[in-house]
């Protein structure tokens, strides 16, 4: 079993900056695949992909996010950041992590994060 847990969200003014952390606890083996989403407040709206670390390439991003966010990790794979910068009303969410293996996905119980002046 693979347990996330998030944290860092917060209100924040539009422009301003804010660090995710998704402390991963568990066994990790093998191709390591971790996945940040965002779900917005409105009915309806799906969850939809952020960025992406793993051991197997470069971060990926969303193209909302690319420039503004950045994603990184420990040695050990222990913390996921998603660093956010130039925050804007539409990146108002809650954020989670998902850790990906071959037959499901780990997911954190998310942090909230509200752009707003």
């Known amino acids: 079993q693979v347990q996330l847990v998030e944290s860092g969200g917060g209100l924040v003014q539009p422009g301003g900056s804010l660090r995710l952390s998704c402390a991963v606890s568990?066994?990790?083996?093998?191709?390591?695949?971790i996945d940040w989403y965002r779900q917005a407040p409105a009915p309806g709206k799906l969850r939809e992909f952020v960025?992406?670390?793993?051991?197997?390439?470069?971060?990926a991003y969303a193209d909302s996010v690319k420039g503004r966010f950045t994603v990184s990790r420990d040695n050990a794979w222990t913390t996921v950041y998603l660093q956010m910068d130039s925050l804007r009303s539409e990146d108002t969410a809650a954020y989670y992590c998902g850790y990906r293996t071959s037959r499901t996905t780990y997911w954190g119980q998310g942090t909230q994060v509200t752009v707003s002046s």
């Open positions: 960025a992406r670390i793993s051991s197997l390439g470069p971060p």
């Open positions: 568990g066994r990790i083996s093998g191709d390591t695949i």
